[in-house]
């Protein structure tokens, strides 16, 4: 049972190109989350799918694009990489939304020059 | 915006000494969740707590949930090497907010 699994694991970006995050859960769970952490910041939610088929913005989506292709995938995608998103980021799933813990991936750590 | 801070932002302590960490939500919270991520890890989820005043325990961790629901804390007692990590609070509305957590350091 792998939980939920990122890659990659590291990129490097330069600015102005693009990329995507790739999420995917086998827990059979509902929601999926995307939040990226920077020092002193704490954990920061981009975008959110409740279920499959919705996506909503949480605090900071700018920059960012979401897909929830099914169930089990949810990815990220950064159409023009800015220094300023150099992070690393989680993807997280719950099995009924808010009222249960979260189950984080390892993380993608990215870096933009 | 709904905010929730943590203190103390650093605590360094010797092994053995206890340890806690405070949470602060700007808004009444559904509930709290607590997680804990290791030097280099992802976060992982260690409880949540639902009603007003409750108290729950895991082995020397205690975790209370304040009567207005609003604040939270997490109580280590006799710290050990392993508990070494940053613990987060996450305050539940309509959104999971994440505390800025609280980095611990336990030196043998």
């Known amino acids: 049972n792998a939980g939920v699994t990122q890659t990659p694991k590291f990129q490097v970006l330069k600015t102005g190109q693009s990329m995507t995050l790739q999420c995917a859960q086998d827990?059979?769970?509902?929601?999926m989350y995307w939040y990226r952490q920077d020092p002193g910041m704490g954990l920061r939610l981009i975008y959110y799918?409740?279920?499959?088929?919705?996506?909503d913005k949480g605090e900071v989506p700018n920059g960012y694009n979401v897909s929830r292709l099914n169930k089990r995938e949810f990815s990220l995608r950064l159409e023009s990489a800015a220094p300023s998103q150099t992070s690393v980021y989680f993807c997280?799933?719950?099995?009924?939304?808010?009222?249960?813990?979260?189950?984080f991936g390892s993380g993608t750590r990215l870096t933009v020059v | 915006g709904q905010q929730v801070m943590q203190i103390p932002q650093y605590q360094h302590v010797q092994e053995g000494e206890d340890f806690t960490t405070y949470c602060n939500s700007s808004?009444?919270?559904?509930?709290i969740q607590w997680y804990k991520q290791r030097p280099g890890g992802h976060p992982v989820f260690l409880i949540q707590?639902?009603?007003?005043?409750e108290v729950k325990k895991q082995k020397r961790l205690t975790f209370q949930f304040g009567e207005a629901k609003k604040n939270s804390s997490l109580h280590i007692t006799a710290t050990q090497t392993t508990d070494v990590g940053t613990y987060f609070c996450?305050?539940?509305?309509?959104?999971?907010?994440f505390g800025t957590g609280t980095r611990l350091q336990v030196f043998p």
């Open positions: 799918s409740a279920s499959e088929g919705t996506t």
């Open positions: 707590l639902v009603k007003s005043g």
């Open positions: 996450a305050g539940n509305t309509d959104k999971l907010i």
């Open positions: 808004t009444t919270l559904s509930n």
């Open positions: 997280a799933s719950s099995g009924y939304g808010r009222a249960y813990g979260y189950t």
């Open positions: 827990m059979n769970h509902n929601s």
